[in-house]
């Protein structure tokens, strides 16, 4: 991991770790250390002045580990997002954030963008993220944590188009690649800025092996010392299936959610919010006639409702654009063409009967 693409050896690193949540926690930690040091702050003196900043429909584990790394409410940047530009993260409006900040005597310390959002799939423009980001010096992340996994498939590695350009990224297995829970892979370009605020040596865990540069402490690239041999799960996914039947695994589910939403973009009654770029699928029943959108909303949450309870298959919701959308994903190991057929029609049978109370 800590190579570069032609083979020799690099500044890079990476570590395995168990959510998200610490993927960003740490490289936060990490960004706000150099970005002190860059300021010429003493201590945490400097850290009111520190930003950051994401796009609205960045995962709630980010404004968590921003709290959690001492940065200011105040001072965490949730950048609107449009449905026009399909709820991705809008460069222009970035820089804008970015630059109005260094104009009110704000250091711009740490961008997140993201491959895949969970409420609508979204797919910020990395390369451009990380150019902008470059004009101010800021960290850039990628939270790949759920899309990742579709860029095994070289006909999805465009989603990552510019990815050499950030200063990390995270991709969690135990999302969609048959790996269980927890697995994530942080990937960092230079591993020293991470273990700078992240070492710690006392006598007691000293050793030749670290103390030469022979071996990388993983200690010092995470929060906790102790450390799961998480490794070994995702080692044995990947040496059962291999590379071609895990491209299989993810083809076929967005394969299946493609067709999901043909049937739904066939029903007059329904809309697709966003566009899909994986395998999940953002729909709802849309306001129409004497139906308004408050009304849709409320049907929507009493489809939702209604088809939990049956047991037969379960509905997820979020809000996109101030509206209730229902996300139907597919990504277990065990589903076919047949399980998404028979749950398409047993949300038809659910909305047939809710139109006729």
């Known amino acids: 991991m800590n190579r570069t ?29 150099a970005a002190l040091r860059r300021s010429g702050s003493i201590g945490v ?3 009111p002045r520190l930003a950051v900043y994401a796009a609205d429909q960045t ?73 902008v980001a470059a004009l101010f010096g800021a960290w850039v992340h990628v939270d790949a ?27 969690s297995p135990h999302k969609w690649l048959l790996t269980c829970l927890d697995c ?8 020293r800025r991470l273990s700078d605020s992240m070492e710690t040596n006392p006598e007691y865990l000293k050793n030749d092996a670290t103390d030469s540069g022979e071996v990388t402490d993983l200690k010092d690239m995470q929060v906790g010392v102790g450390r799961r041999f998480r490794g070994l799960k995702l080692w044995m996914v990947m040496r059962t299936y291999g590379t071609a039947k895990l491209q299989e695994h993810i083809r076929s589910d967005i394969a299946m959610a493609k067709m999901f939403e043909g049937l739904v973009r066939a029903d007059h009654r329904f809309e697709i919010v966003v566009p899909r770029n994986f395998a999940m699928v953002c729909f ?16 929507n949450r009493v489809l939702m409702k209604n088809l939990n ?17 229902l996300r139907f994903a597919v990504g277990s190991s065990l589903q076919e063409e047949r399980h998404v057929r028979s749950a398409w029609e047993l949300i038809k049978s659910t909305t047939n009967k809710m139109m006729m109370e």
Do not use: W
Not at 22 to 28: D, F, G, P, R
Not at 145 to 151: I, V
């Open 284 to 299: 709802r029943i849309k306001a129409s006639g004497a139906m308004t959108e408050e009304h849709a909303d409320e049907a």
């Open 59 to 131: 995962h709630s584990t980010f404004f968590k580990a921003c709290r959690l790394a001492g940065f200011d409410p105040a001072n965490i940047r949730s950048i609107p997002t449009t449905a026009e530009n399909h709820y991705e993260l809008d460069p222009a409006k970035l820089f804008e954030s970015m630059q109005a900040d260094v104009d009110a005597g704000l250091v711009p310390t740490y961008v997140c963008a993201t491959v895949g959002t969970t409420s609508s799939n979204a797919v910020d423009p990395v390369g451009v993220v990380a150019e």
């Open 145 to 171: 944590a759920y899309a990742g996994s579709a860029c095994i498939c070289p006909e999805f590695r465009h989603h990552l188009n510019g990815v050499e350009r950030v200063d990390s990224i995270s991709v």
């Open 184 to 191: 994530t892979c942080l990937y960092v370009r230079d591993a």
């Open 309 to 325: 309870k049956t047991g037969k298959a379960y509905i997820a919701h979020t809000v996109v654009g101030h509206r209730i959308v």
């Open 5 to 33: 693409s032609t083979g020799s050896r690099g500044t890079g690193g990476g570590i395995i770790l168990g959510t998200t949540s610490e993927a960003m926690l740490v490289t936060l930690v990490a960004a706000r250390d």
């Open 45 to 47: 003196s400097g850290l």
